[in-house]
């Protein structure tokens, strides 16, 4: 059974920062592309970040040059730190994964594995 776990979300005031971890478990993800999404109340899911197979990443423009996304093939995990959060940056966060392929890596119904998702509020 696939399973993607979210950890590391949480309360931090604006300009803190977070790490959030994603464990997969139940099958490799070397030859998976690994995504980070977020899902504010009343709004649609939004794409976050990527980091392929080849750990090449990229970046809503919304998060670019705050946020970091990495992967540890080694412990099948990505991880995804997050500098000088706002309070817009508040939502759901999710953490997702796409056998490599020619798709549309900012679309969320690319996706085929998702993680439950982990909050993190940004507020004073």
């Known amino acids: 059974q696939v399973q993607l776990v979210e950890s590391g979300g949480g309360l931090v005031q604006p300009g803190g920062s977070l790490r959030l971890s994603c464990a997969a478990s139940?099958?490799?993800?070397?030859?998976?592309?690994l995504g980070w999404f977020r899902q504010a109340p009343g709004k649609e899911r939004e794409f976050v970040s990527v980091?392929?197979?080849?750990?090449?990443?990229y970046y809503a423009d919304s998060v670019k040059g705050r946020f970091t996304s990495s992967r540890d093939n080694g412990k099948n995990t990505v991880s995804l730190q997050m500098n000088s959060l706002k309070p817009e940056d508040t939502a759901v966060y999710y953490c997702?994964?796409?056998?490599?392929?020619?798709?549309?890596?900012?679309?969320?119904?690319?996706?085929?594995?998702w993680g439950q998702g982990t909050q993190v509020t940004v507020s004073s």
């Open positions: 997702a994964a796409i056998s490599a392929g020619n798709y549309d890596l900012r679309n969320s119904r690319s996706y085929d594995y």
């Open positions: 139940g099958r490799t993800f070397t030859s998976h592309h």
């Open positions: 980091v392929t197979w080849s750990s090449v990443t």
